[in-house]
C-alpha cells in the first residue's frame, strides 16, 4: 500500500500494548526497521563547488529560470570542452538553488571510485530521492531491479514535490566521464537511465563535453539527441587560471620533495579516497605531517571530500579529472609500486580479519582498483572473504554494496577468455544469499526452487543426446553431478540405457539400482512417474522384465494415493506408456482402462491433454484405431502442452502429416516448435522415413537459429532445445548405420556431435546452470562443463573448420 492510503473495514483484530494488530492481509508481515535515508552527497559538492563563483550571472539567471518557468523543455544540456568550468557552475547552482525548487545532483568522476558509472549514479541520486520521501535507502538492488526503482523513486519524489508547490531538478554533470559506456549493443550508460519523459513536476539538467558522442543505448528519440537541448557555456576566465595553476602545481609535484611524490604517487594509483590516517599507514609519516601537507602547497591539487559513510571525515581526490590522467602518465612504471603498497597495506587489514576499523577505501575503492587493474585473482578473494564481507554489510547497513562487488567480479571473469565456472557457481550462491532479503526467503523458496529445477531438468536433455551419440562417459560424470532427486534417477536411467545397449549389463544394472535410489526420494507427481517410465525403460532394455514389472506395479499402487483425480489419470497414462514401451502390454491395458475410468469423470482444459496421453499410451500398446478415435474427440483450442503430445501422438502413429499440421497450426515459439518437430523427426528416424527425418531436424535446427534470445533463460532453453534436435540426428545416424548407409551415418553422427558443441562451448549454457539451490552437485557439474567446453570448441573447429564455414553450414 502506498503511503497515504489507509484500508479501512478489513475486519476486527486486537491487540495489546506494544504489538499491533493485522486485519485484511493473507501473508506475512514485515516491519521495516531499517532507519530513513540520510544522504551526505551536498557536503560533498560543498568540496567540488568554488569559493566564489565569477562571471557566471546570465547562466545562474538562465538555469533559475529554467527550473522555474510553467512551461519548458525537460532538459537542458550545458556543453563544453575540458576547463570551461562546468561543475563550478552546476555545484553552485546545487548548493544555491532558486526557491521553489528542490535538486538531487551526481557529479560523474573516475576521480573518486565509484562515482563513474550508473551503479555510483543509481546509488548516490536514490539515497537522495529516498531522503526526500522520507523512506529508508532501497535494499537487495540487483542489475534486473536497480533501474525501474530508480525510475520509480523518482516519479514518486517529483510527485511529492509538486503537491508541495515545488520543482523538483536532477543534477547530472559529467555524462562525458561515464566509465560505464561502450559503444556498441552492451552499452550501459547513465544517459539510457534518464527518462526520455521525465515525471511531471520535474526537470533535468546535464553537463558534459561534445566528446564522447551520446552513448548507443540511449534511445533515437530521446531529448539528449535533440539539438535543441544544447545550451553552449563559454569559458570562465576563472576557469583557465584554475587549470594553469594546477598544471603547473602537478608538475612541481612531480619533482617535489620525496613525501609529496609519495602522497602524489599514493592517491594516483589509489584513485582517490585516501583519508590523512589512510596516508599514514601507507607511508613512515604521521598523520600530523600529513595533514600539515595536504592543508598547504600539495592541497592546491588534493581537494578533501566527505567520506561515504562517514561525512564528517575527509578523504582526498585530484581536484581535476585532467590531473589524474596527466599523473598516470607522468608516473609510468612507478604505479606498480604503488599498488603493491596498497596490497600490503590490505593483507594486513585481511590479517587482522577484516575489523570494523577497516579504511573505507579497502571496503569501497579497492574492489574497483583490482576491477581496472585486471587483478581478478586477488579480486574474487577479496569478494568472497565473508569476514570483509559482514563488514562491509554492518557499514552500509544494506546489502547493496556486497551484491555490487559481487556483480563487479562476476562481470570480470565473464569477459574472460575462459571463464572459471566453479568461481561463478561460488558467486552466483553468494550473490543469492544477499539478494533475497530474510523475510522474504520462504515465500521465494519455492519460486527459486522451480528456477533451479528446470536447470536440473535440462542437463537431462544434454545427458540424452550424449548417450546417443555414444559419448557415455561424459553423460555419465553429468548425471552425477545432479541432486535433484528426479532429474538425476531419469539421467541415471539414461546412461544405464546406454551401456545396456553396449552391452555393458553390469554397470547399466548398477545404475539402474542407483536410478531406483534417487526416485524413492521423489514425492508423487508427474515428474516420478516419467522418472520410473525411464527406468522401466532401463531396465527394459538390459532384459530384466521382472524388475520392469515391479516398477511399473510400484508406481501404479503410489498413483492410487493421489486425491487429485486428474493428476492420477495423467501419472496412471504416463506409466500406461512405459509399460507398453517395456513390453508390458498386459499392464498396459489395464493401466489405459483406469485412465478411461477416470478420464469420464473429468471435464476442462486439463482434459484435453489427457486424451493425447491416452492416445500416447495406445499407440504405445499397438493400438492404433483406439488412438485416432481419441484424437477425433478434441474439440477446444489445444494448449501448447496439449499440442505436443498430440504432435508426439500422431507421429507415433505415423501421421506425420497430421502431426506436422499441429506443428503449423498450433505452435508458434520458436522452442516448443523445435522440440515437436525433433520428436516428429524421430519418428519418422525410427520408421526409416530418412527424407522427411533430414527436413524436419533441419527445420527444427532453423526454428532455433532465428530465435530472438532476451533473456537468459531463454537461451538456456534453446541450448536445451538444441540438444533434443542433436539427440534425434543421433538417432538418424545409428539407423543409417544400422542399414548399411555408411557414409551418410557417419556424416549424420558428425552433424550431432557438431550441434553438442554449439552447446557445450557456450559459457552463457553452463553459467546459467550453475546457481541453483541444491539442486545440482557444483564441483562435479564445473568439472566435467569444462573439460566439455573444450571438447566442443574442438570439435565445431574440426567439424566446421572456422566461424565463417559454421554459418555457411546453418545457411545449407
Not at 476442462?604 to 474427440?633: C, F, M, N, T, Y
Not at 507421429?651 to 508458434?668: Q, S
Request: charged content about 25%; some cysteine.
Amino acid at each position: 500500500m502506498r503511503a497515504g492510503h489507509v484500508a479501512r473495514n478489513t475486519g476486527n483484530a486486537q491487540a495489546s500494548d506494544g504489538g499491533f494488530s493485522n486485519t485484511g492481509v493473507i501473508g506475512s508481515v514485515t516491519i521495516d526497521r531499517r532507519p530513513v535515508a540520510e544522504s551526505a552527497y551536498l557536503l560533498q559538492v560543498e568540496r567540488i563547488a568554488p569559493p566564489d563563483l565569477v562571471g557566471r550571472v546570465t547562466e545562474l539567471r538562465e538555469l533559475a529560470d529554467f527550473c522555474t518557468a510553467a512551461k519548458a523543455a525537460p532538459y537542458t544540456w550545458w556543453r563544453a570542452e575540458q576547463w570551461a568550468g562546468k561543475s563550478a557552475l552546476l555545484s553552485w547552482f546545487v548548493l544555491h538553488p532558486p526557491p521553489g525548487v528542490r535538486v538531487v545532483a551526481f557529479f560523474v568522476t573516475a576521480r573518486f571510485r565509484g562515482h563513474e558509472d550508473r551503479v555510483g549514479f543509481t546509488d548516490v541520486v536514490m539515497e537522495q530521492l529516498a531522503e526526500l520521501l522520507d523512506e529508508p535507502m532501497p535494499a537487495h538492488l540487483t542489475e534486473a531491479t536497480r533501474e525501474q526503482i530508480f525510475l520509480n523513486l523518482f516519479k514518486r519524489a517529483a510527485e511529492r514535490c509538486q503537491g508541495r508547490g515545488e520543482r523538483l531538478v536532477l543534477v547530472i554533470d559529467g555524462l562525458d566521464e561515464d566509465r560505464g559506456v561502450s559503444h556498441g549493443p552492451d552499452a550501459y550508460s547513465i544517459a539510457a537511465l534518464l527518462p526520455a519523459e521525465p515525471p511531471k513536476g520535474s526537470r533535468i539538467v546535464v553537463a558534459g563535453r561534445p566528446n564522447p558522442p551520446i552513448p548507443s543505448d540511449v534511445p533515437d528519440r530521446h531529448p539528449l539527441r535533440d539539438p535543441r537541448t544544447i545550451r553552449r557555456l563559454h569559458v570562465s576566465s576563472a576557469a583557465t587560471v584554475v587549470r594553469a595553476d594546477m598544471q603547473r602545481e602537478l608538475k612541481r609535484l612531480m619533482y617535489g620533495t620525496e613525501i609529496e611524490q609519495e602522497l602524489l604517487g599514493l592517491l594516483t594509483t589509489a584513485g582517490g579516497g585516501l583519508s590523512s590516517k589512510d596516508f599514514a599507514e601507507l607511508t613512515d609519516l604521521s598523520e600530523v605531517v600529513v595533514d600539515d601537507h595536504l592543508s598547504s602547497v600539495a592541497g592546491r591539487s588534493f581537494t578533501p571530500r566527505s567520506a561515504h559513510w562517514r561525512p564528517d571525515h575527509r578523504v582526498y581526490v585530484l581536484a581535476h579529472e585532467e590531473l589524474q590522467v596527466r599523473a598516470v602518465e607522468r608516473l609510468g612504471p612507478r604505479l606498480a609500486d604503488y599498488r603493491a603498497r596498497l596490497h600490503e597495506w590490505a593483507d594486513r587489514y585481511s590479517a587482522r580479519g577484516w575489523p570494523d576499523d577497516t579504511p573505507e577505501y579497502l571496503l569501497r575503492g579497492y574492489v574497483h582498483l583490482l576491477r581496472d587493474t585486471g587483478d581478478v585473482d586477488r579480486l574474487i578473494a577479496l569478494v568472497m572473504t565473508a569476514t570483509r564481507q559482514g563488514t562491509l554489510i554492518r557499514r552500509d547497513r544494506t546489502h547493496t554494496a556486497a551484491i555490487a562487488e559481487i556483480d563487479a567480479v562476476r562481470e570480470a571473469i565473464g569477459t574472460s577468455a575462459r571463464p572459471d565456472l566453479l568461481t561463478l557457481t561460488r558467486l552466483a550462491r553468494r550473490r543469492d544469499g544477499l539478494a533475497v532479503p530474510p523475510t522474504r526467503q520462504s515465500s521465494d523458496g519455492a519460486n527459486r526452487r522451480h528456477e533451479s529445477a528446470s536447470h536440473a531438468w535440462e542437463l537431462v536433455d544434454l545427458i540424452d543426446a550424449l548417450c546417443s551419440v555414444g559419448d557415455v562417459d561424459r553423460a555419465r560424470g553429468l548425471a552425477e553431478s545432479i541432486i535433484h532427486p528426479a532429474a538425476r534417477a531419469q539421467s541415471l536411467a539414461a546412461v544405464a540405457a546406454a551401456d545396456a545397449v553396449a552391452g555393458r549389463h553390469a554397470c547399466a544394472r548398477a545404475l539402474v539400482e542407483r536410478a531406483e535410489v534417487a526416485a524413492r526420494e521423489m514425492r508423487i507427481s508427474i515428474a516420478p512417474t516419467r522418472t520410473y517410465a525411464r527406468i522401466a525403460r532401463a531396465s527394459a532394455a538390459i532384459g530384466d522384465h521382472e524388475q520392469t514389472r515391479a516398477l511399473i506395479s510400484r508406481i501404479s499402487t503410489l498413483a492410487s494415493e493421489v486425491t487429485l483425480l486428474g493428476v492420477r489419470a495423467q501419472i496412471l497414462a504416463h506409466v500406461a506408456c512405459a509399460a507398453a514401451t517395456g513390453g508390458q502390454h498386459d499392464q498396459a491395458r489395464e493401466l489405459i482402462s483406469a485412465v478411461h475410468t477416470l478420464a469420464d469423470q473429468l471435464s476442462g482444459p486439463s482434459d484435453e491433454w489427457l486424451l493425447a496421453l491416452l492416445a500416447k499410451a495406445h499407440l504405445a500398446a499397438g493400438e492404433r484405431r483406439q488412438a485416432e478415435s481419441l484424437l477425433g474427440r478434441m474439440r477446444n483450442e489445444p494448449s501448447m502442452q496439449t499440442v505436443i503430445a498430440l504432435v508426439e501422438a500422431a507421429a507415433a502413429a505415423g501421421d506425420y502429416d497430421k502431426a506436422e499440421e499441429y506443428v503449423r497450426t498450433c505452435l508458434c515459439p520458436a522452442v516448443p516448435r523445435a522440440r515437436a518437430l525433433a520428436a516428429i523427426a524421430e519418428e519418422a528416424a525410427l520408421a526409416d522415413d530418412y527424407q522427411r527425418a533430414g527436413s524436419l531436424v533441419a527445420d527444427a535446427e532453423n526454428a532455433l537459429h532465428g530465435v530472438a534470445i532476451v533473456t537468459p533463460s531463454l537461451r538456456t532453453d534453446a541450448l536445451a532445445a538444441l540438444a533434443t534436435v542433436a539427440n534425434v540426428v543421433a538417432i538418424l545416424g545409428r539407423r543409417l548405420s544400422e542399414q548399411g548407409h555408411t557414409r551418410l551415418a557417419h556424416h549424420r553422427t558428425e552433424h550431432a556431435r557438431a550441434l553438442l558443441a554449439q552447446i557445450f562451448s557456450s559459457s552463457d549454457y553452463w553459467t546459467g546452470l550453475l546457481p541453483t539451490l541444491g539442486l545440482i552437485d557444483r564441483s562435479l557439474l564445473s568439472a566435467v562443463a569444462d573439460d566439455i567446453i573444450q571438447s566442443g570448441e574442438r570439435v565445431v573447429t574440426h567439424h566446421y573448420g572456422s566461424p565463417e564455414e559454421l554459418q555457411e553450414e546453418r545457411n545449407v
